[in-house]
């Protein structure tokens, strides 16, 4: 609908009934996301085997590694704050510990569900009883079976970590009589658990009634929204589809914001600060502003020991311990957050980011992603994406210097990526794809005509001819400059192709495409033209 609506009771009313804006671009990632639903079914899952349990013993599933915390039966739900019934025994653990199967049994679910994150069930035969053992809150990668696997008692199966609805790094133990599955009760798994490698005799452990309202609801974004994101988002929005490296890089800064008992809030700041800093990889260099800047935030040395910066917990704590610090920093705009912070050249940079964290930090917990404005790498509304070459008309010169930078249509954009020869690795967050930035592909798109430019877009329009408006011909470099950026910065060039349209490499998670309208862009700043030295 691409209504902002500023009341975020409103907003999150809206969210509830309607879409509020148009189709997230990039959603593919989110569709793994899935909710499974405590219904009926056969034993196991397809007909596949139920494999008794020794002895009727049960393993504990961090022998001994773990410490008791939330226990099964009524409670307060950490995160939303409403009661609920607790269907397990909760023991904090550090990230990464080995999850044993607590007997042996069946793989019937391993992969995404509401509020766990990922989870494993197995079903087991004790004492002649169908019993379900539920493991939760870890990260994709570890999950160490599938479904259909047979399992042995003591088998590692998973690792601890903190995903879905967590405060912080734990195992969710669940024990269900009758099969988690199909129609079984959830009892409490203390006493059916031995201690350490030892293992419990459970024949007569009697099986209690669930606790009330024991089924557990799965959390909406709407109700996630409030404290995520609590008015709608500033400017254009940017998206991101993470590679796994970038979405392990996500998760590890929500469980370190998790643990560090920060507000959701913060969580979405830290990752869209991430995003702009860093384009979520853990880069091992700086640039020419800040040399020493190193890791997800780009920190320098005066943050801390570098291996603390290279370290992504490590970076993360540094950013939330700063972020704490900030006056009033959970009702400030997050750019101004995240600016306060990081002190950025480009303070104005961070907001586009902010819905594409809001849903990286929605996937990191387990819960659906909100839809919202796809977008380009301008701030402005009268910028669109045209996938139809533009005319020429210019000049020889002007004319090959447009058909040299269409060339690369569809190219990764890569931070400080592009030479005179064509796309790189830049700074090498791409690990190993190559591509263009936008002033990257600029000075490559002239290099074809014998002019050599630097690698900086303000340096490119300093230094070339400037084109009366209206006078814009094809190859000419079109420039966009913002009200919050230092006097005379470029933020943006891209190569004029005519008719209003133009060759970018628009942002990180984009390629090089042609947009259209960008002369009426409220950004536009200006054309520069250069004459080739051998002209």
């Known amino acids: 609908m691409g209504i902002i609506i500023a009341a975020s009771v409103a907003f999150v009313s809206m969210l509830m009934g309607i879409t509020l804006f148009t189709t997230l671009t990039g959603s593919s990632l989110y569709s793994s996301i899935s909710t499974y639903a405590m219904c009926g079914g056969p034993d196991g899952v397809g007909g596949l085997p139920i494999v008794s349990a020794p002895n009727g013993k049960l393993l504990d599933p961090l022998k001994g590694a773990g410490t008791k915390t939330s226990p099964f039966g009524p409670r307060t739900n950490p995160i939303t704050g409403q009661q609920e019934g607790h269907l397990g025994q909760d023991f904090a653990a550090p990230l990464g510990t080995p999850i044993y199967a607590a007997a042996a049994g069946t793989v019937v679910k391993s992969g995404p569900a509401t509020g766990f994150g990922e989870w494993i069930v197995l079903d087991h035969q004790i004492n002649g009883q169908k019993i379900s053992t539920v493991y939760g809150h870890m990260y994709a990668d570890g999950l160490l079976v599938k479904i259909g696997d047979v399992v042995t008692a003591g088998q590692h199966i998973a690792n601890v970590g903190s995903n879905g609805q967590a405060t912080g790094p734990h195992l969710h133990f669940e024990v269900w009589v009758g099969g988690r599955l199909t129609g079984g009760k959830a009892v409490d798994p203390v006493p059916w658990i031995g201690t350490g490698t030892q293992a419990a ?75 702009q800093e860093s384009s979520l990889h853990n880069t091992d260099q700086g640039d020419a502003a800040g040399p020493d800047s190193r890791g997800l935030f780009q920190q320098r040395d005066s943050w801390g020991p570098l291996s603390e910066r290279m370290d992504p917990a490590g970076a993360s704590g540094l950013f939330y311990r700063a972020l704490e610090k900030v006056p009033g920093w959970q009702s400030l705009p997050l750019t101004v957050a995240a600016q306060t912070v990081q002190r950025s050249a480009f303070p104005d940079y961070y907001a586009k980011w902010e819905q594409a964290a809001v849903n990286l930090v929605l996937a990191a917990i387990g819960v659906a992603p909100i839809s919202g404005q796809g977008g380009g790498g301008l701030d402005t509304s009268c910028i669109g994406v045209d996938n139809v070459n533009g005319p020429a008309g210019g000049s020889d010169i002007g004319n090959k210097v447009a058909a040299a930078a269409q060339r690369w249509i569809g190219t990764p954009y890569i931070w400080a990526g592009g030479d005179a020869h064509g796309p790189t690795a830049g700074d090498g967050s791409g690990h190993g794809v190559v591509g263009f930035d936008c002033s990257g592909l600029a000075l490559y798109a002239w290099a074809q005509v014998g002019v050599t430019l630097e690698h900086r877009a303000t340096l490119q329009y300093n230094v070339g001819q400037k084109v009366p408006r209206g006078q814009e011909q094809p190859g000419d470099l079109v420039f966009f400059h913002s009200a919050g950026d230092t006097p005379g910065f470029m933020h943006h060039v891209g190569v004029y192709i005519g008719n209003g349209k133009m060759v970018e490499a628009p942002d990180v998670g984009l390629t090089v495409r042609i947009s259209s309208h960008v002369l009426d862009s409220s950004e536009y700043a200006g054309a520069a033209r250069f004459t080739p030295t051998a002209a």
Do not use: C, F, Y
């Not at 459970?202 to 009634?209: E, G, K, L, N, Y």
């Open 201 to 275: 005799d459970v024949s007569d452990v009697s099986t209690p009634a669930p606790p009330a309202d024991s089924e557990p609801a799965g959390q909406s974004n709407a109700q996630w929204l409030p404290q995520l994101m609590p008015s709608p988002p500033s400017g254009r929005q940017n998206t991101l589809t993470p590679t796994k490296d970038q979405m392990d890089n996500v998760k590890t800064i929500v469980g370190v914001g998790k643990g560090m008992s920060v507000p959701p809030r913060g969580w979405v700041i830290a990752v869209a600060t991430a995003i």
